[in-house]
């Protein structure tokens, strides 16, 4: 079982950026699509941002253009760079891989709130 733990939350003013990384505990990293979700205050879990194991991206409607995800195979390590931050972008963001079927295995997730 592959260990996640992200890193890089915290509190910042709309309009804000916040850079968050999430590092995994297995050199077979390279081999998974992994992503991003968040959970706001009340709501469910959504998906936020994935990128394949060739670089390959996907974003949810409410962050194209603002959030960018990549990721360095020979750090282990996924990252989700947020610009223009919003209010509505806080939330507890996770990191996932993708096993075959469904993401499988998630980090503890970290903080992020903005504030108006």
């Known amino acids: 079982q592959v260990q996640l733990v992200e890193s890089g939350g915290g509190l910042v003013q709309a309009g804000g950026s916040l850079r968050l990384s999430c590092a995994a505990s297995?050199?077979?990293?390279?081999?998974?699509?992994m992503g991003w979700f968040r959970q706001g205050p009340g709501k469910e879990r959504e998906f936020v941002a994935s990128?394949?194991?060739?670089?390959?991206?996907s974003y949810a409607d409410s962050v194209k253009g603002r959030f960018t995800i990549s990721r360095d195979n020979a750090k282990n390590t996924v990252y989700l760079q947020m610009d223009s931050l919003k209010p509505e972008d806080t939330a507890v963001y996770y990191c996932?891989?993708?096993?075959?079927?469904?993401?499988?295995?998630w980090g503890q997730g970290t903080q992020v709130t903005v504030s108006s």
């Open positions: 996932g891989r993708r096993g075959l079927y469904e993401y499988d295995s």
């Open positions: 297995r050199r077979t990293f390279s081999s998974y699509r």
């Open positions: 990128i394949t194991t060739s670089g390959g991206t």
